[in-house]
């Protein structure tokens, strides 16, 4: 498993968040719902980078898929622990160290009890939308057929090819990669790897990878729309994931 200095670098966002914070079964979300009619049957599960839900990043992306008809649910998986907004630059953040203390034993459960509840409710399809550490747990999802859509970027965290390999063997979600020119987590060999696994039509759900030049990994969430490649792949990616959605889920 990968993470890279860039894991924690990156811009801050300037805008006004327009969802709202709830707890669901204990756990801490962020939901930003579309202000026309939209699918009741169909939930966006956001799993954010190591920032957490309240990264204004965070909440301003999920705002943008509700802009575009979709109920988003960004989930605090980090159970009120995401790396504090301070480290954001900081180059003295011990990540490693949180890492330590946020495996699978603690972040899966939030995850499920969330899909359980909104599974009460009438959500019958999920798609998942995740940045970084989210990727990974993105793949989990998808993995188990938890979701019926995944879409990561820039993931880390990820054993390749294994993790490719048990993706294209047990799940049924259609995957969107988004991936980028510097990127220690998720590299150009990874990348071909996934294509050599996943692409010329082999996974039957449908796979697709989108590369954007001149982006460093963490671009799709913290990228710096003040330099003009960067701004093309944040807003790339999100297109590119909005498409593969609505074509998928």
């Not at 204004?56 to 960004?74: P, Q, R, S, Y």
């Not at 939030?110 to 899909?115: A, E, G």
């Not at 990727?135 to 859509?149: E, M, V």
């Not at 297109?239 to 593969?244: L, P």
């Amino acid at each position: 498993m990968s993470f890279c200095k860039d894991c924690i670098q990156g811009v801050r966002h300037e805008g006004e968040p327009q969802g709202t914070l709830e707890t669901i079964d204990g756990v801490a979300c962020y939901v930003a719902t579309p202000a026309v009619d939209y699918p009741k049957d169909k939930v966006i599960l956001f799993l954010p980078d190591a920032f957490g839900i309240e990264f204004i990043n965070t909440k301003l992306l999920a705002d943008d898929f509700a802009i575009n008809g979709f109920k988003v649910v960004a989930v605090d998986f980090f159970n009120g622990d995401s790396v504090p907004p301070d480290a954001l630059n900081s180059g003295s953040f011990d990540l490693m160290g949180w890492f330590a203390n946020h495996g699978p034993e603690q972040t899966r459960p939030p995850l499920d009890k969330v899909i359980a509840v909104l599974r009460e409710e009438g959500v019958t399809k999920f798609g998942a939308t995740g940045y970084c550490f989210g990727g990974r747990y993105t793949f989990d999802l998808a993995i188990d057929n938890a979701i019926q859509c995944a879409v990561a970027s820039h993931p880390s965290a990820l054993k390749i090819p294994d993790d490719l390999e048990t993706y294209f063997s047990k799940s049924q979600a259609p995957l969107l990669i988004n991936s980028c020119e510097i990127d220690q987590s998720f590299p150009a060999a990874a990348q071909a790897k996934a294509d050599e696994i996943f692409g010329d039509d082999k996974f039957a759900p449908g796979y697709k990878r989108e590369y954007f030049p001149g982006c460093t990994h963490g671009f799709a969430v913290r990228g710096d729309i003040n330099d003009p490649l960067v701004k093309a792949g944040k807003e790339g990616a999100f297109k590119a994931a909005v498409e593969f959605f609505l074509e998928h889920l």
